[in-house]
């Protein structure tokens, strides 16, 4: 049974920092593409950034690269998202999510709520 356990989210002040952490289990986790997707209230799921979890390459869109850094620990099967300089937009839920736009996504975690206050 896949499962995906987010954690890390919290209260934080505009310009601060968080890191989001992604237990994985029940399938290979260092052969898998993962990503953190976001949605904030009342808007629709937005891709925050994905990684190869066997090259390590990684995306980012745009209104978070030099701001936020995706890696992973494949021997804990951990997926993270160190997030800097945190702006009130990037106020969401973060899902940990298993898959890739291409093919769909297979799996989502549950989310970890992130709020930025100005």
């Known amino acids: 049974e896949v499962q995906l356990q987010a954690s890390g989210g919290g209260l934080v002040q505009a310009g601060g920092s968080l890191r989001l952490s992604c237990a994985a289990s029940?399938?290979?986790?260092?052969?898998?593409?993962m990503n953190w997707i976001r949605q904030a209230p009342g808007k629709g799921p937005e891709w925050v950034s994905s990684i190869n979890t066997r090259s390590g390459i990684s995306y980012y869109t745009d209104s978070v690269k030099g701001r936020f850094t995706i890696s992973r620990d494949n021997a804990k099967s951990t997926l993270y998202l160190q997030m800097n300089s945190l702006k009130p937009e990037d106020t969401a839920w973060y899902y940990c999510?298993?898959?890739?736009?291409?093919?769909?996504?297979?799996?989502w975690g549950q989310g970890t709520l992130v709020t930025v206050s100005s």
């Open positions: 999510v298993l898959g890739t736009a291409a093919i769909g996504y297979e799996f």
């Open positions: 029940g399938f290979t986790f260092g052969m898998s593409e």
